[in-house]
């Protein structure tokens, strides 16, 4: 009985001092920089450049550059959704891809259609 008093006691003790129950989750970084890769069918290449104050752009080789604002939204300690605000022929439009980051030079880039691995340049 007097074991079963004490650690109801200390877990009082505990509770009052405040201390956080519950753990903060990690979140993924926003991958700053210019980054590189090739699709593996070898159908093309793609550039992606996202700047410190969320600047930058997209773009399929032989396509349309896409130039805009990213912003970035972490859903796990090694990755998050990249969404680039853009115009397209004078219309606001986003385009949402998903980055996982393997390395500190090497993040995966995938949509619904495709996924790219891209090196840092």
């Given at each position: 009985?007097?074991?079963?008093?004490?650690?109801?006691?200390?877990?009082?003790?505990?509770?009052?001092?405040?201390?956080?129950?519950?753990?903060?989750?990690?979140?993924?970084?926003?991958?700053?920089?210019?980054?590189?890769?090739?699709?593996?069918?070898g159908s093309g290449s793609m550039t992606v450049v996202i700047q410190p104050n969320g600047s930058g752009m997209y773009q399929v080789a032989g396509g349309v550059t896409n130039v805009g604002t990213w912003t970035w939204q972490?859903?796990?300690?090694?990755?998050?959704?990249?969404?680039?605000?853009?115009?397209?022929?004078?219309?606001?439009?986003?385009?949402?891809?998903?980055?996982?980051?393997?390395?500190?030079?090497?993040?995966?880039?995938?949509?619904?259609?495709?996924?790219?691995?891209?090196?840092?340049?």
């Amino acid at each position: 009985m007097t074991k079963k008093l004490t650690l109801l006691f200390c877990l009082g003790l505990l509770s009052l001092t405040g201390l956080p129950a519950t753990a903060s989750a990690q979140t993924a970084r926003m991958p700053v920089g210019t980054w590189k890769g090739a699709f593996a069918d070898g159908s093309g290449s793609m550039t992606v450049v996202i700047q410190p104050n969320g600047s930058g752009m997209y773009q399929v080789a032989g396509g349309v550059t896409n130039v805009g604002t990213w912003t970035w939204q972490s859903t796990s300690p090694v990755g998050g959704i990249g969404t680039l605000h853009y115009r397209n022929a004078g219309i606001p439009s986003r385009g949402y891809y998903s980055f996982t980051w393997v390395n500190n030079n090497t993040v995966v880039l995938s949509d619904p259609w495709f996924r790219v691995t891209l090196k840092r340049q």
